[in-house]
């Protein structure tokens, strides 16, 4: 086949991640979306646009020709990494533990988790210390303890950090909260209560409102506005949301297509682990059966972004999810030796995010951090059985709490890691990590494992905006799936 000079295909999909830039090139043909090629080159956080170009180089070559231009251009971006995070709250049973829930779910990484317990000038120390990104500031039901809120306001005041803060306690002392805040000039975000009373959570308004500041600094990355203005991106959109899209499309299929089902997703990446489910099955429930459950999580569409799980910038994160003893058994390996090599590698690697394992021994670290980082996700992600009563949240023995994935038939995964291995090893990363559920609900043991080494997931969210049924079948013939 010759190499002709220029291209002109129907749409180029981007995505700008913490460690790669990646390009899928789409045509159409009578109608039909049609999967061309992809490319990679290492991001170049300093100044996007190189890695930008390297890319796009390497998808013109990849298509056999000089250069290639598109009709439409897309894009998503998880350049940044994860925010750093403080929780704040009033019982560290249930409050400061429900914060802690929504900051690590809303795409940041937690570095502490303070109550009353906590003195007030350790917590000072502590701010002073981190210096967090976001602070989420819990603290009182609706009604109930006023005075944790504004005394845990005004530590901030006097830590002078610059953080933003997500008020989310006790709704009747947040404006003074808001206040003594605001008065020192810290930006403020007011959502309602994370726990209402004391039998139920109200996590979503709080987990977005986190969410939002993770996008923020996503599109604030340096450089990352160069990208708009060079390719006419109309808007840059998070690749975890991106992601999101993909698998409600995949499971909920469209009014000409039928989707898969109930379906979850594992993103591993260099600074996060994204786990995203879609649960179809849940619009059959009758409102008895959905329950008064302690966690609200109830829902059809669910994404969890683990800031503190990713095997290049967040490295380290993993390590202290897991210890290093539990990652190496996870792959058969034991011993201080290595168990201090890990360690090492942990920090090389972020301290060189670009890094690609090399030798052996680097690539069953990596295996093994991958294995530990999913199985951490997942659980996070996913529910339990309670295994005791619980008279604060009005839990019994036996009861399933959270997010139920255990009719889940199809498990996606993506990731830079999984690209470099074999499917069958690939594969087997993913089923060694859900298949020691414990008390969690995780997917079922013979779920039927995609590996989804061209990066086609990202592409098919941004097509499933104005193209729903086109990208779904996209996907269906890529991935061989089945009805």
Not at 151 to 176: C, F, H, R
Not at 406 to 428: P, Q, Y
């Amino acid at each position: 086949m010759s190499i002709v000079s220029e291209k002109l295909i129907d749409t180029i999909l981007l995505d700008v991640g913490s460690t790669f830039t990646k390009a899928t090139a789409i045509d159409s043909i009578d109608g039909e979306l049609i999967w061309l090629a992809r490319a990679q080159a290492p991001t170049t956080v300093t100044d996007i646009n190189q890695g930008l170009g390297s890319t796009l180089q390497g998808l013109a070559a990849a298509c056999r020709v000089n250069s290639i231009t598109a009709r439409n251009i897309q894009a998503s971006s998880s350049a940044a990494g994860g925010l750093r995070m403080v929780a704040m709250g009033y019982m560290p049973r249930v409050t400061a533990k429900a914060a802690k829930e929504v900051a690590m779910n809303a795409g940041a990484r937690v570095l502490e988790v303070m109550s009353f317990e906590d003195k007030p000038e350790n917590k000072l120390e502590m701010l002073c210390e981190i210096q967090p990104d976001i602070i989420l500031l819990a603290g009182g039901t609706d009604g109930g303890n006023q005075a944790s809120l504004t005394e845990d306001a005004q530590l901030i005041v006097d830590s002078k950090v610059k953080a933003v803060v997500v008020l989310a306690g006790n709704v009747s002392i947040q404006p003074q909260a808001e206040a003594l805040l605001q008065q020192a000039g810290i930006q403020t975000i007011r959502v309602p209560n994370v726990m209402p009373t004391i039998h139920s959570l109200n996590v979503k308004p709080a987990r977005e409102a986190i969410h939002e500041q993770f996008i923020h600094q996503i599109t604030e990355a340096k450089g990352l506005g160069k990208l708009l203005d060079r390719l006419t991106v109309n808007k840059v959109i998070p690749t975890p949301g991106a992601v999101l899209l993909a698998t409600e499309l995949l499971a909920k299929g469209t009014r000409e297509e039928k989707g898969l089902g109930n379906l979850a997703v594992v993103d591993l990446g260099g600074a996060t682990t994204d786990i995203h489910s879609v649960l179809p099955y849940m619009e059959e429930l009758s409102i008895e059966e959905k329950g008064l459950v302690v966690t609200n999580e109830k829902q059809l569409s669910y994404r969890t972004v683990e800031g503190n799980l990713g095997l290049r910038v967040s490295a380290r994160g993993i390590i202290e999810a897991a210890g290093e003893k539990a990652i190496l058994a996870g792959v058969g390996l034991a011993g201080e030796a290595l168990e201090k090599s890990l360690h090492c590698y942990a920090i090389q690697l972020e301290a060189n995010p670009e890094y690609l394992a090399v030798s052996d021994q680097d690539k069953l670290f990596d295996h093994a951090m991958a294995r530990a980082a999913v199985e951490v996700a997942f659980k996070r992600h996913a529910g339990y059985i309670a295994q005791s009563f619980d008279p604060v949240m009005g839990i019994v023995p036996g009861t399933p709490v959270g997010r139920d994935l255990r009719r889940v038939k199809t498990v996606i995964a993506v990731g830079g890691v999984f690209t470099g291995l074999s499917t069958d090893e690939a594969m087997a990363v993913v089923r060694e990590a859900l298949q020691n559920p414990g008390i969690s609900l995780l997917p079922a043991q013979d779920s039927r494992i995609i590996i989804d080494k061209s990066y086609l997931l990202y592409a098919i969210g941004l097509l499933a905006e104005y193209r729903p049924t086109q990208a779904l079948l996209l996907a269906k013939r890529h991935f061989s799936m089945s009805d």
